[in-house]
Antibody, heavy 123, light 110 residues
Framework: QVQLVQSGTEVKKPGASVKVSCKASGYTFTSYGVSWVRQAPGQGLEWMGWISAYNGFTNSAQNFQDRVTMTTDTSTSTAYMELRSLRSDDTAVYYC????????????????WGQGTLVTVSS | QSVLTQPPSASGTPGQRVTISCSGSSSNIESNYVYWYQQIPGTAPKLLIY???QRPSGVPDRFSGSKSGTSASLAISGLRSEDEADYYC???????????FGGGTKLTVL
């Protein structure tokens, strides 16, 4: 069965960076992309960006273009999202989600989601 | 402020039919597919409807989606207590070149 398992809770200070991992199993990793979506406490969903696990092509949301880096390691079927220059309003649960099969862009349904990683930014 | 507009709350009694609206614009809902996600508090979102009105396998046919112009709707018929959750609409936005979500609608089953 398809599973996305994310890394554990992180606590960071303002100005630091965080790197969240998302290990995929149960499907051919390189046939799909991975999007990252975050949810601040009590708030809605916010899309951060997408990476193709096939060729590494990325598409970041305008709000995060300068601060986010998404990568994949096809040898371990793992996607990573690094967010830099953390601020208190980056405190959120970060989710990875599988994108559309064979997609060449970020468009398409998010059909499986990771369990979420809580990142707390506090001095 | 979310790009897509949803009512913050909705409610119904068991067995009733409830609809949740999602309002957007020409750059998102009017020109791209609409998706709906269900999120039970404390858990990850789950895909409920894709491409306006398609259900993934395992999603009951009590859930249906529709789109007209710059708006979309999610309908839930035969309401059940386990439908109590937050519901989010989403669409690709051509102007932003990214995904946009509604602010979410909290559905309460009375």
């Amino acid at each position: 069965q398809v599973q996305l398992v994310q890394s554990g809770t992180e606590v960071k200070k303002p100005g630091a960076s965080v790197k969240v991992s998302c290990k995929a199993s149960g499907y051919t990793f390189t046939s799909y992309g991975v999007s990252w979506v975050r949810q601040a406490p009590g708030q809605g969903l916010e899309w951060m960006g997408w990476i193709s696990a096939y060729n590494g092509f990325t598409n970041s949301a305008q709000n995060f273009q300068d601060r986010v880096t998404m990568t994949t390691d096809t040898s371990t079927s793992t996607a990573y999202m690094e967010l830099r220059s953390l601020r208190s309003d980056d405190t959120a649960v970060y989710y990875c989600a599988r994108g559309e099969q064979y997609a060449t862009s970020a468009r398409g349904k998010f059909d499986y989601w990771g369990q979420g990683t809580l990142v707390t930014v506090s001095s | 402020q979310s790009v897509l507009t949803q009512p913050p709350s909705a409610s119904g009694t068991p067995g009733q039919r409830v609809t949740i609206s999602c309002s957007g614009s020409s750059s998102n809902i009017e020109s791209n597919y609409v998706y709906w996600y269900q999120q039970i508090p404390g858990t990850a979102p789950k895909l409920l409807i894709y491409r306006h009105n398609q259900r993934p396998s395992g999603v009951p046919d009590r859930f249906s989606g529709s789109k007209s112009g710059t708006s979309a709707s999610l309908a839930i018929s035969g309401l059940r207590s386990e439908d109590e959750a937050d519901y989010y609409c989403a669409a690709w936005d051509d102007s932003l070149s990214g995904w946009v979500f509604g602010g979410g609608t909290k559905l309460t089953v009375l």
